[in-house]
């Protein structure tokens, strides 16, 4: 392994963002596709093993370990990165190529770090990148998500932080590996990374900011993330109880709230974390298989639900709108984008010979054999619910409902169908050949056939159930031009309260301050204080002149005995306080 090859893929992209203001025209575009190509073959190039480390302030920090976990990940990082970008050839924006390319950089920094320091650099690196993503739409809107989506990611990186400080405290190391040791700090950990996992009730900064980003800033911001979380706790709390409950609360939340939605990225965001709730729920359950799913799952749904954005985007680009009450029959001029988000859409159910089917199942199984029926249930519930919302809820009022005389056509910029066609065949691809996909999985475990008469048997009968109850629900599932609320509501009106209140009530008080200081009690106060403790102790001492003048030069020149001083004072203020009591 040569020395060039152990610089770690994050610079290649963090470093590389420099410069992209300074290439013109259509380089500049095929240089941003370059970059996540490069990381991707020197992620295939890196041997296992700690690289590279920096000594900085009396710690190692391991800037590139290397394994098959953080291998996956890569791999499918730069990966996406690379299509995304295809599918983003047409823009001509700076500052959204150069926050794209930071913010990967940044996944990328996480999933190679190896302590707890590096981690949390690159996770702060990611939250700031990321919200730039968010502002770029410029509008009053985008500009209002990225600053609540900023507030909550700087929140939940601070309680990361408070627990990486105790947790080096107390033990001493800053490795990050599992935490065996379920102590107050590991839980303080652990709430940091759900935060940005979108776990509830932290889990609406999603749903809100998601689809108030760019076109192609949605469809970035949707892989990274909350995988990020993903892959910090596999690697960090396989087999922590409480994660099969969050996952669980994730999966069938993001459900509802999808069957809710009017706009369709809202909807795709929500499943977003209904679909984070499965692997969290794998990682809960914390066997080889499970943990497997867990990865395989996340390779999968980077994939499925970029092609879903992509889908989406599209039609937002050629017609500039989002609400399923406004769109509808678009089948007719963009055939194209419809057929490609349409198989999107059954990958994410999980429909035979679509990769979602050859890595959800994965999870499935394992909660079976460890017996765990509530969550099989559960998330065989969730299966089912997928499909009505992103199966056939997102394609059917996109492009086969009520056709509101919308005529745009496909998008002129082809790559974006390019784009578009690349993921479709990688969905279909791992759905029929998952055998890659599986050599890439981290934990040893007894070979998975994914293909068996029962198991696609049952898979199908799941989902003619959930198509027949969407058809025989339809009415109830038509949407009217409305908004859910969700627990952002907490911070958009309480927040604003709390601001109102703090500005007024400490406004008011400094007001009050400055008048009382300008009409002359600054003055009374300093004489009451200084001249009260003399007054007391002159008043209960005898009357003998001598020893009044020298204990008065005393306390004015500041040499009385420091006890006698500090014991009069506190009663000279305790007497003041007792009179001033209403």
């Not at 770090?113 to 702060?124: A, K, M, N, Q």
């Not at 990688?426 to 055998?435: D, N, S, W």
């Not at 949407?479 to 907490?490: C, F, G």
């Not at 009663?571 to 001033?580: A, H, R, S, V």
Request: with cysteine.
């Amino acid at each position: 392994m040569t020395a060039s090859l152990l610089f770690p893929p994050a610079f290649i992209l963090i470093l590389g963002a420099l410069l992209v203001p300074l290439i013109p025209g259509k380089a500049k575009n095929i240089y941003v596709i370059a970059l996540p190509a490069l990381a991707f073959w020197m992620i295939s190039q890196l041997p296992h093993g700690e690289l590279l480390s920096v000594h900085f302030f009396g710690h190692d920090l391991s800037l590139l370990r290397v394994d098959k976990l953080s291998k996956i990940f890569g791999y499918v990082f730069t990966l996406n990165a690379t299509i995304v970008c295809i599918y983003a050839f047409y823009l001509k924006d700076s500052q959204q190529h150069m926050s794209a390319l930071g913010y990967i950089g940044g996944a990328l920094g996480v999933v190679f770090s190896g302590d707890l320091i590096t981690l949390y650099f690159f996770w702060e690196w990611m939250a700031v990148c990321s919200t730039f993503l968010i502002l770029a739409r410029r509008t009053p809107k985008a500009y209002g998500a990225g600053y609540r989506y900023v507030m909550l990611h700087l929140f939940g990186g601070l309680v990361l932080l408070a627990g990486i400080v105790l947790h080096i405290n107390g033990t001493g190391s800053i490795g990050f590996d599992a935490f065996t040791d379920r102590t107050l700090a590991s839980y303080l950990i652990l709430a940091g990374i759900l935060v940005n996992a979108a776990a509830p009730p932290f889990h609406a900064w999603l749903s809100d900011a998601y689809p108030e980003a760019t076109v192609t800033g949605g469809l970035i911001l949707s892989a990274y993330t909350t995988k990020t979380s993903v892959y910090t706790l596999i690697r960090g709390y396989a087999g922590y109880e409480i994660l099969i409950v969050v996952g669980c609360v994730m999966a069938l939340y993001g459900i509802i709230y999808a069957l809710l939605e009017n706009d369709m990225r809202r909807i795709l965001a929500y499943s977003i974390i209904n679909q984070v709730g499965f692997m969290i729920c794998g990682i809960g359950i914390g066997t080889a298989m499970s943990l497997n799913g867990a990865a395989a799952h996340a390779f999968c749904h980077i994939i499925y639900k970029s092609l879903l954005w992509m889908s989406a985007g599209s039609v937002l680009y050629m017609t500039g709108k989002s609400k399923c009450t406004e769109l509808g029959g678009l089948y007719k001029t963009m055939p194209w984008t419809m057929i490609f988000g349409t198989i999107g859409a059954l990958a994410i159910s999980s429909v035979p010979f679509t990769s979602g089917y050859t890595s959800k199942p994965l999870i499935i199984e394992a909660a079976v054999n460890q017996h765990l029926v509530w969550p099989w249930l559960i998330l065989e519930i969730a299966s089912a619910g997928v499909f009505l919302h992103a199966g056939i809820k997102f394609p059917y009022f996109v492009f086969f409902n009520q056709d509101r005389g919308l005529r745009p056509g496909e998008p002129p910029h082809k790559t974006m169908l390019w784009a578009m066609g690349i993921m479709a065949f990688l969905c279909i691809f791992l759905g029929c050949y998952p055998a890659p996909l599986y050599a890439l999985l981290p934990f040893e475990m007894e070979p998975h056939v994914p293909y068996t008469l029962s198991g696609v048997i049952k898979q199908f009968q799941l989902l003619m159930l959930s198509a027949l109850a969407f058809f025989v629900f339809l009415k109830l599932l038509k949407r009217t031009d409305t908004i859910a609320i969700d627990t952002d509501i907490i911070w958009r009106k309480g927040g604003r309260w709390f601001y109102i209140c703090m500005d007024k009530g400490l406004n008011f008080v400094n007001y009050a301050f400055n008048e009382l200081m300008h009409k002359g009690a600054a003055t009374g106060l300093g004489r009451y204080f200084s001249e009260g403790p003399l007054n007391m102790t002159l008043a209960v001492l005898p009357a003998d002149e001598a020893k009044r003048e020298q204990i008065t030069r005393y306390f004015r020149a500041g040499i009385s005995p420091i006890g006698l001083s500090v014991a009069v004072a506190a009663l000279y203020l305790f007497g003041f306080i007792i009179l001033t009591l209403p």
